[in-house]
């Protein structure tokens, strides 16, 4: 249990940490799709189905890309470098 416990510790750290430019990038990308997808999903029945399958997919792309793109974080040696 102690074991679970401390990976979610890390795991907060890492979201709380400082996320690098690429990454940010990344996360945006994430949301413009995710918003598409909504937008598409949202317009109701005048769409195709095959595009309500597509927007759901975005939808998933969207979150999944941004969770996994927010938990990068910059390393101390990194930020040593950059400076």
């Known amino acids: 249990m102690q074991k679970i416990l401390d990976y979610f510790k890390v795991w907060k750290e890492r979201l709380g940490s400082e996320t690098p430019n690429f990454f940010k990038t990344i996360i945006r990308a994430s949301v413009l799709l995710g918003s598409v997808g909504l937008a598409l999903i949202a317009v109701g029945d005048s769409i195709p189905a095959p595009l309500k399958t597509i927007a759901g997919y975005l939808v998933a792309i969207g979150a999944v890309g941004g969770v996994i ?15």
């Open 69 to 83: 793109a927010k938990s990068a974080k910059v390393d101390t040696e990194d930020k040593k470098k950059i400076k």
